[in-house]
């Protein structure tokens, strides 16, 4: 690796370097902001994936202690095992695609996370199998929570309790009034369907 630098591919995965750390944080910040308006559940599912991915990072970084590479480009802390750049890039990019359903999604974050995991190998701060294990993780991660979480999230649980109060008998009396009411309109008001002008429209003799 340390034979392919090159200073031009040096100062693009600098720029990877914060796109991996602070920009991913931004990136969730303003997904979380945006998705708050109007989808609390799945705003606060983007905030509890992020925090779980970055948080187990940290701990296995912790407790496997494992030396970075000496000849590295940037500075770097402690624990070298998970790639923390790695794993909190892959969280934010699938749980973005799985919240949002964009195939481009998919496909921009893959390339993004694959380009994240070369970057961390590139400026010497990681060992390839630190890349590969924070993407595993940070994936494991999202998939696991969205599949545990996915209905909560998506409020199937209050369509279910809606349709269930639907189908009950005061519901459907309540909604025969209604459709009787709505059919009566056109004879107090005036108004008629488009369809029933036109057939009035047309003369006797046809």
Known sequence: MRSSRTPWLTD????????????????????????????WRLALFTAVVNLCALGLTHLIKFLVDRPRPSDHLVPVDHGSYPSGHVSGTVAAMVV???????????????????????????????????????????????????????DKCLGRNIITA???????????????????????????SGWMPRWQRQSQAVPSEW
Do not use: C, K
């Open 162 to 188: 809606a349709l269930r109060t639907a189908r009950s008998p005061s519901s459907y009396s309540q909604s025969q009034t209604q459709t009787r009411a709505a059919a009566s309109l056109p004879e107090q």
């Open 12 to 39: 693009a995965n600098r720029v990877l370097d914060f796109v991996g750390n602070d920009g991913m944080v931004i990136y969730s910040v303003l997904l979380l902001l945006v998705l708050l308006r109007r989808h």
């Open 96 to 150: 973005t695609a799985v919240v949002l359903g964009r195939l481009w999604m998919w496909v921009s974050g893959a390339i993004l996370s694959v380009a994240m995991m070369y970057s961390r190998t590139y400026l010497g701060v990681h060992w390839a199998s630190d890349t590969i294990a924070g993407a595993l993780l940070g994936a494991g991660v999202t998939l696991l929570l969205w599949a545990l979480l996915r």
